[in-house]
């Protein structure tokens, strides 16, 4: 399968007649090497009639560059107290935005390296290869499916180049399927049309591919998710997928990484139907199983050694119907706890934690083994710390490791940033059952973001439900979990999916092994 992502080059000369017009990403001028004087004299010239230069992108006509144009995207400050490392991407996909308006259609990157920032010609390359996606549904019926003919990058050096190009184009083939699948509309990945997708793109690759479609299968071994599906179930186009991935490095492993993803290709609310306008944009519930499967596609480009990934897609639609399930069920789990439902709009843990409960038993035998649930899980993570952060919560067993502390950090690195919360004993307190009738309580009945700590108490449902309890800090046999939050992260609606928490991920487990 192609997956038509941009072409991406490197060059060591910014004046390469290759392309037809330079981008230049920096603080300001006065900073740029010795290799870059020629692009100096005209920023000069036009900041002497124009002050505001530095505080937006601008567009200079220079002879002898590249296509006689000349686009400076300022990053602004980037050593104040609250500044990172996205100055550069924001910058960059301001002035490819700009530089595709003023016709150029083989932008040369320029991005000189930070001495703050050892990564930020990557991550300028990244903020425009963002912006240069074109959808899937629109790449099926234009005649190119690119929006430049090519993106370069001006490196001093070829070693740098190399790294830079091979980087920036695998990270940008996960956060491409990852855009794909949690950006499409619930038609075109509903859950069979997923399955199709993901088999066709791993197929001769190292990450094999299993599919689970039948009904008893999933009713017998995912009865929560199964639950989910039973309303769905009913239109074939829309029938419930769980899709496994598996990667295996070369090599002795070393760690084991074990990722549930939340699919759920439209959010209806179910019984409890998500009324007053606000079931719009529910297509992209599924972008924790989107960020599942680009974080596969990044270990297929890349082949890191010594790791091991082991991957759920949790492809499910929570329709609203006579055949739908509602508030008051009692449903057992696959771990064997008795779950009440509280509320059919908190369907997205229903379909993850039979899924983590089987990774939990697999755990056992795996190597180092990690365990993480991934998910555009509650309204509340974005009330709690805004639109643009992903939120992450450790087990015990995790915590002894301060691993969401070194999530932060890699996040830090390529602008994938993350917050860090706890999960406390009262959000195991909120689930327990009320009633001799359930062991556990799925949800209350208010929306997570007018609930006291919405967003950790599902990470404690997961852990109860799934029987993850029994693993830890206290165990013979501790099992780390994670659990994620990217409701606020994973993009904008209107607008394209972020590919959140990839980058991180990928600096985490693959950059920074």
Not at 1 to 28: A, E, R
Not at 135 to 157: D, F, Q
Not at 411 to 427: A, K, N, P, Q
Request: glycine content about 8%; hydrophobic content about 40%; overall charge neutral.
């Amino acid at each position: 399968m192609s997956l038509s992502v941009q072409p991406i080059q490197w060059t060591t000369d910014y004046k390469d007649p290759n392309y037809d017009g330079i981008l230049l990403v920096t603080q300001n001028i006065d900073s740029l090497p010795k290799e870059l004087d020629g692009l100096k004299d005209p920023l000069q010239d036009y900041g002497a009639v124009d002050s505001g230069l530095g505080e937006e992108v601008v567009v200079l006509k220079v002879p002898n560059l590249p296509g006689n144009r000349l686009v400076f995207a300022p990053t602004g400050p980037v050593n104040r107290d609250y500044d990172d490392v996205r100055r550069f991407s924001d910058a960059a996909g301001n002035g490819i935005k700009r530089a595709i308006k003023a016709g150029i259609q083989r932008p040369l990157l320029v991005c000189p390296p930070h001495s703050s920032y050892e990564r930020s010609t990557l991550v300028a390359a990244l903020g425009a290869l963002q912006v240069l996606y074109m959808p899937l549904e629109l790449r099926e019926v234009k005649p190119s499916p690119h929006k430049v003919a090519v993106l370069g990058v001006w490196v001093k050096e070829q070693t740098q180049g190399e790294q830079v190009t091979e980087l920036a184009s695998a990270l940008e083939s996960g956060r491409f399927v990852y855009r794909d699948i949690g950006g499409s509309d619930p038609e075109r990945m509903a859950a069979p049309r997923v399955a199709e997708y993901i088999k066709e793109l791993f197929k001769n690759s190292p990450v094999q591919v299993k599919v689970v479609s039948d009904l008893s299968t999933l009713e017998k071994e995912y009865p929560c998710l199964a639950a989910v599906n039973r309303c769905a179930n009913t239109i074939p186009r829309h029938q419930a997928r769980v899709i496994n991935l598996e990667y295996c490095g070369e090599g002795p492993i070393q760690q084991t990484l074990m990722v549930v993803g939340k699919g759920i290709t439209y959010d209806t609310g179910g019984a409890d139907i998500k009324a007053g306008g606000i079931m719009a944009g529910m297509h992209r519930d599924k972008c924790g199983s989107a960020a599942v499967a680009g974080f596969f596609q990044i270990l297929a480009k890349l082949k890191p050694k010594h790791l091991k990934a082991v991957g759920a897609m949790a492809m499910v639609r929570n329709s609203v119907g006579s055949d739908c399930y509602v508030a008051d069920e009692l449903i057992v789990s696959r771990a064997g706890r008795r779950v009440r439902v509280g509320n059919t709009d908190a369907e997205g843990r229903m379909v993850m934690v039979d899924l983590l409960c089987e990774m939990k038993e697999k755990a056992v035998n795996e190597v180092s083994p990690h365990l993480f649930t991934i998910a555009t899980l509650t309204g509340h993570a974005i009330r709690a710390m805004g639109p643009n952060y992903s939120i992450i919560m450790d087990n015990g067993a995790a915590h002894r490791s301060d691993n969401a502390l070194q999530w932060q950090k890699a996040g830090e690195v390529l602008g994938d940033l993350f917050e860090v919360s706890t999960i406390r004993r009262e959000d195991y307190d909120f689930h327990k059952g009320k009633s001799e009738y359930e062991d556990i309580l799925q949800s209350n009945n208010l929306p997570s973001s007018a609930t006291p700590r919405g967003h950790q108490t599902p990470a404690a449902f997961l852990i109860m439900a799934s029987g993850l309890d029994k693993h830890g800090v206290d165990s013979e046999r501790p099992l780390p979990y994670s659990h994620i939050d990217i409701a606020g992260s994973s993009g904008p609606f209107p607008g394209v999916p972020t590919g959140a928490p990839l980058l991180a991920m990928a600096t985490k487990y693959i950059l920074q092994p």
